[in-house]
């Protein structure tokens, strides 16, 4: 019974990676939610929404040993997400893009 939870949960989790935008790992305090891992790719850009407002956006993607997560903050946030590091950011889930309230740079 117990390997075919863990065969449901592998089920799920395969399935739902495959929608895009997944949070490797998270938590659900007052709305904030965090993700962590090896930041492998920083890019800045703009999202130009329905209103022809411009919103500066920095796109970064974090990898572990669960696979990858990609989060849209706002802003230009790339100083505080160095490539390379393993970093835990905290954050509350926006549209077009999530505000970044805290980056812990951890040592490994």
Request: with cysteine; hydrophobic share 45%; aromatic share 8%.
């Amino acid at each position: 019974m117990r390997t075919f939870g863990l065969a449901c949960l592998l089920a799920l989790v395969l399935l739902i990676s495959g929608c895009g935008n997944v949070f490797v790992r998270g938590s659900w305090n007052g709305g904030t939610q965090t993700v962590s891992g090896v930041v492998s790719i920083v890019q800045l850009t703009v999202v130009v929404d329905g209103d022809n407002v411009s919103t500066q956006v920095t796109v970064v993607t974090l990898t572990n040993n669960f696979g990858s997560s990609t989060v849209s903050f706002c802003g230009d946030q790339r100083t505080r997400l160095p490539l390379n590091e393993f970093v835990q950011a905290t954050f509350l889930p926006g549209q077009p893009c999530s505000d970044l309230f805290n980056v812990v740079i951890k040592i490994h």
